[in-house]
């Protein structure tokens, strides 16, 4: 039995799924609160309770949509706040400040944005783009607005041995020591990539915020299997780094209790700090 | 005779079988019948113009042989004519230049082969690979050539990654930083060939262990064979005990030759150790700080310690 909680603003929809996968339930979503519901999940060390709680984090969220008219790059350089031109790609960039997003545009008047925490978010930050090119003069509409990727990390509660998962799913895992520390694993039925790391922090990419949830479920029993015990000094280490990324994060429009923070928070930046074993080509 | 009212037949065939063609077997000379196997001719001298040109062993052209070896599964098995340089008068112009100067380009198809195989060959050659790689990658080449699904992708790209795969499907794999060295592509580009030529052909490649770069490691260093020995054992104790999670297996085994050569009278530093490896000696020093506390674990049971393993360096 798994419960899984993912926090962002939104959906926020419990699901109990088998390991069989077959039921599905919906539970009636608690309101979406602004404090993420981190604090609601449960410590991730010995617990052995019945539902383990894992927490999604979704990092980012790309958009694309377009505006219907063609866009003077030249006009809007000049004219426009926070926007940078470049010639050689033909695109603008623009950034937004409330939704932190950028924005590439391109004189055919289609615009990608990336950056975003959700979904509702990312459809938000749309909008103040297209409103944005209208106050400078375009006639704009809003069009085909659609999700193209989503990146959501999590962190399971054990450790994974990388090298025997990858042996044992040959057909979708691929595992490449010099190349990446992670092994990738190809999903086809919500068509997802997942990077699985062997601290346990696992990173999917889908092409929405369900497809990532589900992905996830689907995983959980598989990796379940190959799952390590942390030692005592594993999780030592693992709360000193995450003590080191928080100072790194200077911008955290997610305001909760930082213990809980951090303990939840995905390794993506664990991978950065990683003593990488790949060159820096 | 049995055979007058017959043809003059000057074949021999198997009396069984007169239909079944004879298989020849020159290692013992004879001729088999290739239904049932008897051995129908007995001794048979090969008459051919093989074994009949006897002039000065030097001569560089054979009599026998009309052109050099076909590579008859790499290419387009032309048999197209080309011109030879010119000797003699008749060849040369009144200015002294020779006449029919180009020989027609052989094979315009095929010339993205021969330069990949050519390149392929020079880049085994650097490492000193034996020739049943340079096959292996030559064939590997032609496969992904065929398939057309990389066609976008440097020629020396695709070649850097088929002498990989070739390597690794071999069994003595050499690391990306080693194929690298040898070739002018960058690893990340050999990184992204590599996989696509794997999805492309639908193979896959087993995973690498410490033990397969040991001896070479070893050996570039000077390092003796019973240190050699300790190392493999080393690396494979921090894999199996799974002490060193997450971390390649290329730095795995240079901290474990590290730790062993410490441990031995020839000692080498990390820094000489990560030259050889293709790792940073940083990393060899964090893979090292994870083995050092399970030293006693790691080491076999016969091993003679010339620093005993309380006084080996705690970098």
Not at chain 1, 17 to 27: F, T
Not at chain 1, 91 to 105: E, G, N, V
Request: aromatic letters at 8%.
């Amino acid at each position: 039995m798994m419960a899984t909680a993912i926090q962002e603003n939104g959906i926020n929809s419990l699901s109990n799924g088998n390991l069989s996968h077959k039921v599905d339930e919906q539970n009636s979503s608690s309101p979406s609160e602004q404090s993420e519901s981190i604090v609601k999940s449960e410590e991730t060390t010995a617990d052995n309770s019945e539902t383990p709680e894992i927490d999604i984090v979704i990092n980012n969220v790309v958009c694309s949509f377009s505006v219907r008219c063609h866009l003077n790059l030249r006009q809007i350089a000049l004219h426009g706040s926070n926007v940078e031109y470049r010639r050689e790609n033909g695109m603008i960039t623009m950034k937004l400040r409330k939704p932190y997003t950028t924005a590439s545009m391109w004189s055919s008047g289609k615009i990608t944005c990336t950056g975003a925490t959700s979904e509702p978010q990312a459809k938000v930050a749309a909008r103040r783009y297209a409103r944005c090119l209208q106050k400078l003069g375009f006639k704009t509409k809003f069009n085909n607005f659609r999700v193209v990727n989503v990146l959501g990390t999590c962190s399971m509660p054990f450790a994974i041995k990388i090298t025997a998962f990858s042996e044992r799913f040959k057909e979708h895992a691929e595992y490449e020591p010099e190349l990446h520390p992670g092994v990738t694993y190809k999903l086809y039925n919500p068509k997802a990539t997942l990077k699985i790391f062997s601290t346990g922090s696992i990173t999917v990419t889908a092409p929405s915020v369900a497809d990532v949830q589900a992905a996830i479920e689907h995983i959980f029993p598989l990796v379940y299997e190959f799952r390590k015990e942390r030692t005592k000094e594993d999780i030592l280490a693992l709360q000193l780094k995450q003590r080191g990324v928080k100072r790194k994060r200077s911008f955290t429009h997610i305001d909760i209790e930082e213990q809980d923070y951090e303990e939840h928070f995905g390794d993506t930046s664990d991978e950065e700090n990683y003593g990488s074993d790949e060159s820096w080509d | 005779m049995s055979n007058s009212s017959r043809f003059e037949t000057n074949k021999i065939c198997c009396y069984a079988h007169p239909d079944a063609p004879l298989i020849e077997d020159y290692r013992a000379g004879d001729q088999i019948c290739s239904e049932c196997g008897l051995v129908v001719g007995d001794r048979v001298i090969d008459v051919g113009s093989e074994w009949r040109t006897f002039s000065n062993e030097k001569a560089g052209n054979d009599p026998s042989r009309v052109g050099g070896p076909e590579n008859p599964l790499l290419n387009g098995s032309d048999l197209s004519t080309m011109i030879g340089p010119g000797r003699g008068d008749a060849s040369f112009d009144s200015f002294g230049v020779s006449k029919y100067q180009n020989r027609r380009t052989m094979s315009s198809s095929d010339r993205a082969l021969i330069n990949a195989f050519r390149e392929i060959n020079s880049m085994a050659d650097r490492i000193n690979l034996p020739k049943t790689i340079v096959d292996r990658a030559n064939n590997l080449f032609k496969q992904v050539h065929d398939g057309k699904n990389l066609k976008g992708r440097a020629n020396d790209a695709i070649a850097s990654a088929c002498l990989y795969i070739a390597c690794r499907q071999e069994g003595v794999p050499r690391t990306f930083k080693e194929i690298c060295a040898v070739s002018k592509i960058s690893k990340k580009e050999i990184g992204r060939c590599f996989k696509l030529i794997l999805k492309a052909l639908e193979t896959s490649v087993d995973l690498i262990t410490t033990g397969d770069f040991m001896s070479r490691f070893c050996s570039n260093l000077g390092l003796p064979n019973m240190v050699q020995r300790a190392a493999t054992h080393i690396a494979r104790k921090a894999v199996e005990l799974d002490i060193v999670p997450g971390r390649s297996p290329i730095s795995v085994a240079a901290a474990a030759i590290y730790m062993a050569s410490q441990a031995s009278e020839d000692k080498r530093s990390q820094k000489e150790i990560g030259d050889i490896a293709g790792v940073a000696d940083v990393t060899i020093r964090q893979s090292y700080k994870l083995m050092y506390p399970h030293a006693v674990k790691l080491f076999p049971e016969d091993f003679k310690f010339a620093t005993p393993i309380d006084q080996l360096p705690q970098m």
